[in-house]
């Protein structure tokens, strides 16, 4: 079990739920009444989005131009003749308005209300931005910086106090160590996610909390859509916001190993919860898996779909190999790198993504094959042997616990397995182009 944040690329038009509906007819003197839009500039692009859905895109200076003249008031006429004027090109804007209701972001056009599709829900929505603007202060990450520092400092003068893997079996019980671990790695994990949670919403972001998976990793992910629109800072902030939550929780544990004796329950206790909060952060740097880390990359690059550009560049690669290998193989008219579409200076980065993406994920799946999948059986068929009676009161317990959580896991990781691919097929069901 692990942890991500999840904000979808900012260029992702595709439908949330059911089949997009059919687009309006758009008359040249129309006049179209918008939703609240929010834009920010990015690079040469403009991000524009409507943070009640959650429906972001990005779009050329002439298109975020045009979105201000119908949020004015002028007719589809009028823009294309101010459009043509201002750029000396011609652009359809009668097409435009409708790419824009299918995005759900026209109200009406003339007299004619549209469709407008249900908000997703947020998690804890009594969480008003007003109480918690905190997050987003900037002596808070000074803060974090400090008790980091505080905890680095103590560890270099009294390095015994780092704990190891023995650490974990705090109690001779088995299934108390495995009980009490599974219920401080859920604590910790949705408080890593409530960092996320908090930190989006004070940037007034609604966010959603749920469970998801990334290759044989069951995780806990917010949805944070709409952090597109925020200031760098802000959207820094909330990416990394759970991070420094579980730097935050090890540092403190740390001045607590530093004032108890290494006898005492506490002392014991604290160690076992710092490998725990610790555990989760080398993760992130899986950035193959759309980690925290791999947001903030995706950012500072300037990537608008870092993971998905990729994985269609690597698919190439991989394609162009197999003719290689394949005397005579012919190319398929129309095939070409899809990487060099995009600017320079996303190319490289998707390119270097795309190799990290393949070595990354065959080491993982090479990793559960030869390690993680045994164990698990390994360890349930003894659960299920330790269930055969004539075993201890002890030995029923352990195997017990062994089946509710490790077996728990896997069966929730089915589960939600088979969730997202039912709800990405009926996202795909009415995906439309990008705008």
Same mark, same amino acid.
């Given at each position: 079990?692990?942890?991500?944040?999840?904000?979808?690329?900012?260029?992702?038009?595709?439908?949330?739920?059911?089949?997009?509906?059919?687009?309006?007819?758009?008359?040249?003197?129309?006049?179209?009444?918008?939703?609240?839009?929010?834009?920010?500039?990015?690079?040469?692009?403009?991000?524009?989005?409507?943070?009640?859905?959650?429906?972001?895109?990005?779009?050329?200076?002439?298109?975020?131009?045009?979105?201000?003249?119908?949020?004015?008031?002028?007719?589809?006429?009028?823009?294309?003749?101010?459009?043509?004027?201002?750029?000396?090109?011609?652009?359809?804007?009668?097409?435009?308005?409708?790419?824009?209701?299918?995005?759900?972001?026209?109200?009406?056009?003339?007299?004619?209300?549209?469709?407008?599709?249900?908000?997703?829900?947020?998690?804890?929505?009594?969480?008003?931005?007003?109480?918690?603007?905190?997050?987003?202060?900037? +002596?808070?990450?000074? #803060?974090?910086? %400090?008790?980091?520092? &505080? @905890?680095?400092?103590? *560890? =270099?003068?009294?390095?015994? !106090?780092?704990?190891?893997?023995?650490?974990?079996?705090?109690?001779?019980?088995?299934?108390?160590?495995?009980?009490?671990?599974?219920?401080?790695?859920?604590?910790?994990?949705?408080?890593?996610?409530?960092?996320?949670?908090?930190?989006?919403?004070?940037?007034?972001?609604?966010?959603?909390?749920?469970?998801?998976?990334?290759?044989?990793?069951?995780?806990?992910?917010?949805?944070?859509?709409?952090?597109?629109?925020?200031?760098?800072?802000?959207?820094?902030?909330?990416?990394?916001?759970?991070?420094?939550?579980?730097?935050?929780?090890?540092?403190?544990?740390?001045?607590?190993?530093? +004032?108890?004796?290494? #006898?005492?329950? %506490?002392?014991?206790? &604290? @160690?076992?919860?710092? *490998? =725990?909060?610790?555990?989760? !952060?080398?993760?992130?740097?899986?950035?193959?898996?759309?980690?925290?880390?791999?947001?903030?990359?995706?950012?500072?690059?300037?990537?608008?779909?870092?993971?998905?550009?990729?994985?269609?560049?690597?698919?190439?690669?991989?394609?162009?190999?197999?003719?290689?290998?394949?005397?005579?193989?012919?190319?398929?008219?129309?095939?070409?790198?899809?990487?060099?579409?995009?600017?320079?200076?996303?190319?490289?980065?998707?390119?270097?993504?795309?190799?990290?993406?393949?070595?990354?994920?065959?080491?993982?799946?090479?990793?559960?094959?030869?390690?993680?999948?045994?164990?698990?059986?390994?360890?349930?068929?003894? #659960?299920?042997?330790?269930?055969?009676?004539?075993?201890?009161?002890?030995?029923?317990?352990?195997?017990?616990?062994?089946?509710?959580?490790?077996?728990?896991?896997?069966?929730?990781?089915?589960?939600?397995?088979?969730?997202?691919?039912?709800?990405?097929?009926?996202?795909?069901?009415?995906?439309?182009?990008?705008?």
């Amino acid at each position: 079990m692990t942890d991500t944040a999840d904000a979808p690329d900012t260029a992702d038009t595709s439908a949330r739920s059911g089949a997009w509906p059919p687009p309006p007819r758009v008359e040249p003197s129309a006049r179209v009444v918008l939703h609240e839009l929010s834009m920010r500039r990015d690079r040469d692009e403009w991000i524009v989005g409507r943070m009640a859905t959650r429906t972001f895109v990005a779009l050329p200076s002439a298109g975020a131009r045009a979105v201000r003249l119908l949020g004015e008031g002028l007719s589809v006429a009028r823009v294309r003749e101010r459009l043509r004027a201002d750029t000396g090109e011609e652009f359809d804007i009668a097409d435009f308005v409708a790419d824009l209701a299918a995005l759900g972001f026209v109200a009406r056009i003339d007299d004619r209300p549209l469709p407008d599709p249900a908000p997703p829900r947020a998690s804890l929505p009594w969480l008003r931005p007003a109480r918690v603007r905190f997050a987003l202060h900037p +002596a808070l990450p000074a #803060a974090v910086a %400090v008790l980091l520092a &505080s @905890a680095v400092v103590t *560890l =270099l003068l009294r390095p015994g !106090l780092l704990p190891g893997y023995r650490d974990l079996l705090w109690s001779p019980h088995g299934s108390v160590v495995l009980l009490s671990g599974a219920a401080a790695g859920w604590a910790l994990l949705l408080a890593h996610e409530l960092a996320h949670l908090v930190t989006a919403r004070a940037a007034g972001v609604p966010g959603r909390m749920r469970l998801g998976t990334r290759l044989q990793f069951l995780v806990m992910q917010t949805d944070i859509s709409g952090i597109e629109l925020a200031p760098r800072r802000h959207r820094l902030t909330a990416y990394l916001a759970g991070i420094a939550l579980n730097l935050s929780v090890a540092s403190a544990l740390v001045l607590v190993l530093a +004032a108890t004796g290494t #006898a005492s329950t %506490v002392h014991r206790l &604290s @160690a076992a919860a710092l *490998l =725990l909060a610790l555990m989760p !952060l080398p993760f992130q740097l899986m950035v193959f898996t759309r980690t925290d880390v791999y947001f903030v990359l995706q950012d500072l690059t300037g990537c608008r779909d870092l993971y998905g550009d990729g994985l269609a560049y690597a698919r190439y690669r991989y394609r162009r190999t197999l003719r290689a290998l394949r005397p005579g193989a012919r190319t398929p008219a129309g095939e070409d790198d899809p990487s060099a579409r995009l600017p320079r200076h996303e190319r490289r980065a998707v390119r270097v993504y795309g190799a990290v993406l393949v070595v990354g994920t065959a080491a993982c799946l090479a990793f559960m094959a030869a390690v993680t999948l045994p164990l698990d059986i390994a360890l349930l068929a003894r #659960a299920v042997r330790g269930l055969a009676p004539g075993n201890d009161p002890a030995g029923y317990a352990d195997a017990a616990a062994v089946l509710l959580t490790l077996g728990g896991v896997n069966v929730l990781w089915l589960v939600t397995k088979w969730r997202d691919h039912r709800s990405r097929r009926r996202a795909g069901a009415g995906a439309r182009p990008r705008t």
